[in-house]
């Protein structure tokens, strides 16, 4: 898939209700790839992620939103990035059009995807879309005339996952502040699981690769990194190791991003369960991690972190989902033009 970029002369949005600021960065623009965020971008979106969480402390909920309403168009189960972005737009004071479950829709009489958008868009500001099809969200994106926020597309990216990931590695080892922006020089994250099919891996080494990191791979053999990614990786200054084993690597790491063995994207089911308990991180496995390492996991997960490992403080993925909903509100208020 190529970089996504809206195409020329398009314009981005019909008309300009409600006070919209056309000047704002992002406004009227598709989020299809991690591809489209420079350094000075993560910055933005972080400094106006800072300010949504510091609001929902202290307010809850705000009207930046109100009188907007977003259509979230899922092909594809999803429990946080479907709830954290019902739930960023019902803080901002918006309101939701849920299509969960598409079989309930019109897609199950053979609708197409354009079609499907363009429908959606004549009532709604925003689309969020989820579909297991790689390249459906640039897809979507070219037939468009409001923005389109890709939530997962089959095994390519998933752009504001890999958002949210970097603002919690960047929160929690005290590597932002709006007064310094993002540095997470120096940094070792390590990845780990299914590496292959998991598209938040994808996009977040895609985030990572112009930065001065280190980024190991661990995964078995059949689940490495696609060929293709490690050669764009390559093109980055971030510094990159592939291996099939965790413990020659894991005492160095200051994060350790695990994923779920994706049985969705296997069509042989002895491979996904021969596969599936490969890595299997627990409280023991963490006697040999730093105290200071964080755990993230984008979940589901399905055995790959015990649940022994919960209330350790560097169990860090439950506070990595609540950061999703701050990151998904700046998002949504910067392609609303309310950023
Ligand atoms: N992380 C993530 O995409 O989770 P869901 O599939 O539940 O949305």
Redesign the pocket.
């Known amino acids: 898939m190529t970089s996504y970029r809206p195409p020329e002369g398009r314009p981005t949005s019909p008309h300009l209700p409600f006070g919209d600021r056309r000047d704002a960065p992002w406004y009227g623009q598709s989020i299809i790839s991690v591809r489209q965020f420079q350094p000075a971008d993560l910055d933005y979106v972080f400094g106006v992620a800072h300010e949504m969480r510091e609001m929902v402390g202290r307010v809850g909920t705000f009207d930046l939103l109100k009188g907007k309403l977003l259509a979230n168009l899922f092909y ?7 709830s954290s972005f019902m739930a960023a737009m019902q803080r901002l004071g918006g309101t939701v059009i849920p299509i969960n479950e598409v079989r309930y829709s019109s897609v199950s009489k053979g609708e197409s995807l354009p079609d499907t958008i363009r429908t959606l868009e004549c009532y709604a500001d925003c689309i969020v879309l ?1 579909h297991p099809q790689m390249g459906a969200a640039a897809e979507a994106a070219a037939v468009a005339r409001k923005p389109i926020i890709n ?2 597309d089959g095994v390519g990216e ?1 752009p504001t ?1 890999a958002l949210l990931d970097l603002f919690t590695i960047a929160i929690e080892l005290g590597r932002y502040s709006p007064r310094t922006g993002l540095d997470l020089s120096g940094l070792t994250i390590t990845l780990l699981g299914d590496l292959k099919y998991g598209r ?1 891996v994808h996009s977040l080494s895609r985030l990572l690769a112009p930065m001065d990191v280190r980024l190991n791979f661990v995964s078995p053999p059949t689940l490495r990194m696609p060929e293709h990614l490690m050669t764009e990786l390559a093109t980055g200054t971030a510094r990159t190791t592939e291996l099939d084993a965790l413990d020659p690597v894991l005492a160095d790491s200051d994060v350790l991003y695990v994923t779920r063995v994706q049985k969705e994207r296997f069509e042989d089911v002895a491979l996904y369960e021969s596969l599936k308990h490969a890595f299997v991180i627990d409280r023991q496995t963490l006697t040999r991690a730093r105290d200071t390492m964080i755990v993230m996991h ?3 997960r399905v055995g790959e972190i015990a649940y022994d490992v919960d209330p350790d403080p560097r169990a860090a993925y439950f506070r990595q989902m609540e950061n ?1 909903m701050y990151v998904r509100m700046a998002l949504l208020a910067m392609v609303l033009g309310k950023a």
Not at 76 to 82: G, L, V
Request: aromatic share 6%.
């Open positions: 594809e189960p999803s429990t946080r990035t479907a989820r939530a997962g998933h996952q938040t984008p979940f589901p999703g």
